[in-house]
Structure formats: structure tokens, C-alpha cells
């Protein structure tokens, strides 16, 4: 099993709890460790105020990943200020086979 952490990105000035927003970011934690999988139109999704800032949480999130992998996952099923906030925490198959029917269109960020 594979415990999936899915994080929606909400234009500010959207109320915290909104059900508006996309999801663009996926943690998935299985017992191989902690891997990033991103919305394959990402940069679409954000809005230009947004990208610089979206962008550099996904560079800090890469490094975290291989650092301190635990400490982020608590951190991104925790989000609630901003406009990227945690949308769901669940456990998923972690087979291979069903991570890429969820996650197959997705990429991991570079």
C-alpha cells in the first residue's frame, strides 16, 4: 500500500476549504521511499502571478524528497495556507500497475 497525498493549487484570493482548484501535485510515500508526481499541464493550470513562487516550492519539495522525505509528507498532507493546499491524504494499491492508472499522466517533476 502506498500512502497518496494529493495537493490542489487555488488562486488566491479563494477561500481556504473552496472546492474550486485543481489538483497538480501528487506525494506518494510506499515503502520505496517518497516520490513527486506532477499535473502534465502544470504551468497551464498556474496562474502567471502564482508560477515563480509554485515553482520554487517544487524545487524545495525535490531536495526535501531526498532529505527529508517523512518530514515532507507530514508537511504537504498538512497544507492549508496559500494556494497550493492539501486536498486529500489516502491509501492506495502501490503496485506499479495501479500507481500508473492514477498517476500515469502525470510527470515527475525535473
Given at each position: 500500500?502506498?500512502q497518496v497525498?494529493?495537493?490542489?493549487?487555488?488562486?488566491?484570493?479563494a477561500?481556504?476549504g473552496?472546492?474550486?482548484g485543481?489538483?497538480?501535485l501528487?506525494?506518494?510515500?510506499?515503502?520505496?521511499?517518497?516520490?513527486?508526481?506532477?499535473?502534465?499541464?502544470l504551468?497551464q493550470?498556474?496562474?502567471e502571478?502564482?508560477?515563480?513562487?509554485?515553482?520554487?516550492?517544487?524545487?524545495?519539495?525535490?531536495n526535501?524528497?531526498?532529505e527529508?522525505?517523512?518530514?515532507?509528507?507530514?508537511?504537504?498532507?498538512?497544507l492549508?495556507?496559500?494556494?497550493l493546499l492539501?486536498d486529500?491524504?489516502?491509501?492506495r494499491d502501490?503496485?506499479?500497475?495501479?500507481?500508473?492508472?492514477?498517476?500515469?499522466?502525470c510527470?515527475?517533476?525535473?
Amino acid at each position: 500500500m502506498a500512502q497518496v497525498c494529493a495537493l490542489k493549487y487555488l488562486p488566491l484570493p479563494a477561500m481556504p476549504g473552496s472546492p474550486e482548484g485543481a489538483a497538480i501535485l501528487f506525494a506518494v510515500r510506499d515503502p520505496e521511499g517518497l516520490r513527486l508526481f506532477a499535473h502534465p499541464y502544470l504551468k497551464q493550470l498556474i496562474s502567471e502571478a502564482d508560477w515563480q513562487y509554485i515553482e520554487e516550492l517544487l524545487e524545495d519539495f525535490e531536495n526535501r524528497c531526498q532529505e527529508t522525505p517523512e518530514d515532507l509528507f507530514r508537511q504537504l498532507s498538512r497544507l492549508s495556507v496559500g494556494p497550493l493546499l492539501t486536498d486529500s491524504v489516502e491509501w492506495r494499491d502501490a503496485s506499479e500497475e495501479a500507481l500508473a492508472e492514477v498517476f500515469g499522466l502525470c510527470v515527475q517533476p525535473a
